[in-house]
């Protein structure tokens, strides 16, 4: 009989022992790669959203909540800083690139980021249906936001204050859909973005002295703002969330937060620092639940010793025929190796399914999820790693009682018997 078939029908005989050694091992490499796509995906997402910042300047606060607030958009702004001051740092020697970021409303949980163009050459999106803003109150939506709100081009929308849903509505002031970004994996697929100058607008923040510089600026005596060109130079009334900043040199990461954290009222916060920092705290969560994933594997591992080892002792009589009947002993040691090698195959298997099952539902019912761009449907070569080392368990487990059955004297058991 071939060696599979028979193993496969004394795992059958014993259908109970079976099902909770398979599910006991599944559930820990289920916890395993949760753990493992979530924390792929998520390093990858990080590391494509701070790609080309070096620096994020803003209100004082926690470094940390300046990060998340204005690279992820996933936490509040610690405050605003005046225009005239993030001037100041933008014409520094050691800035190549400023691009100013204003904050404060959203719609349907979507944020509306106040910015220009060179915000979306950072992550090198274009635009796959319409144009750029240009005027005031003018949006260009991402490929999420667009997909979830099924705007088109042209329609209308009014802002709510604030990132959650239901707050103050600006009904006054409409936003208008000018255009719709191509889907790129960044944070960009779940923003809209629009010109500094219109969330001023919203917030009644221009003045009549803001239209007589928009009417005359390119009056010979009109210096424009280097972060908001059609503002003037120097302007103290005008306030921003933050700026995001690019190095001229590698000498500005050693100069340049420290001039800004001591030389301004703003604080300066370095995305690497910050997120090696987030992945830290975040670390102590995902060790302990690895850790309680590899004590369930411990446990499962256990199981099918102790059930290798008791079956053996019961199939020693079985053992014993099919040597007397041909079967070399080498034979009989496969048959307990494969035994071992399919219950854990089996495990690993369902357990690999599982995991990726848990990731698509709660990217299927948890919004945040979704929005993170995690996917269940996604491979890495890790995930070989574990099938193997799921596969040599399995001959670990069964080495000893393989051991047992090479050393099966059939003269004594079948006297015995």
């Known amino acids: 009989m071939n060696i599979i078939l028979l193993v496969w029908n004394y795992l059958k005989a014993k259908p109970l022992n079976t099902a909770l050694n398979i599910v006991l091992l599944s559930l820990g490499i289920a916890v395993i790669i949760v753990l493992l796509l979530f924390n792929k995906q998520l390093e990858e997402k990080i590391s494509e959203n701070a790609r080309g910042i070096d620096l994020v300047v803003g209100a004082k606060g926690s470094p940390l909540q300046l990060i998340l607030c204005n690279i992820f958009h996933i936490d509040f702004p610690t405050g605003n800083i005046n225009l ?22 959203s719609y349907e949980a979507y944020r509306i980021i106040g910015t220009d163009k ?43 204050h604030g990132l959650t849903t239901g707050g103050h509505a600006h009904e006054e002031h409409k936003f208008v859909v000018k255009g719709i970004m191509k889907r790129s994996n960044t944070v960009l697929d779940n923003l809209i973005l629009t010109s500094v100058e219109s969330v001023w607008h919203v917030h009644d923040l221009h003045t009549e002295e803001d239209h007589q510089h928009h009417d005359h600026e390119h ?29 001229r040199s590698p000498m500005g990461a050693i100069q340049l937060p420290r001039f800004v954290n001591q030389q ?24 302990i639940l690895m850790a309680f994933a590899y004590v ?26 099919m040597r007397s009947m041909g079967a070399t002993r080498l034979k009989l040691v496969v048959t307990i190796l494969s035994e071992g090698v399919l219950l854990t195959l089996l495990g690993s298997i369902i357990g690999l399914l599982l995991g990726h099952g848990v990731v698509m539902l709660m990217t299927a019912f ?33 080495l000893i009682p393989a051991w047992q059955a090479y050393r099966t004297d059939i003269s004594k058991v079948l006297a015995g018997n």
Not at 220 to 243: N, Q, R, W, Y
Not at 367 to 392: D, H, M, P
């Open 118 to 160: 060179r915000y979306a050459e950072l992550y090198k999106v274009e635009v796959e249906q319409g144009a750029w803003f240009s005027e005031e109150l003018e949006v260009v939506i991402g490929a999420n936001v667009a997909a979830m709100t099924k705007f088109k081009l042209n329609d209308e929308f009014a802002s709510a």
């Open 219 to 247: 009056d010979s005596t009109f210096i424009a703002s280097p972060l908001v060109p059609t503002v003037a130079a120097g302007d103290s009334t005008k306030e921003i969330t933050a700026m995001l900043l690019q190095y």
């Open 366 to 398: 948890v919004a945040e999820t979704q929005k993170a761009g995690i996917s269940g449907i996604v491979f890495y070569t890790e995930e070989w790693i574990i099938l193997a080392g799921s596969l040599l368990l399995g001959v670990l487990c069964a």
């Open 84 to 105: 005239k001051e993030a001037e100041r740092i933008a014409k520094n020697r050691l800035v190549k690139n400023a691009i100013p970021l204003a904050l404060g409303d």
């Open 296 to 321: 369930l594997i411990f446990i499962s591992a256990l199981s099918i010793f102790i059930a290798l080892y008791n079956s053996l002792k019961e199939r020693r009589y079985d053992l014993a025929i």
């Open 264 to 287: 301004s009222s703003m604080q300066a916060a370095s995305p690497a620092f910050e997120t090696a920092r987030l992945f830290s705290i975040l670390g102590v969560g995902v060790d």
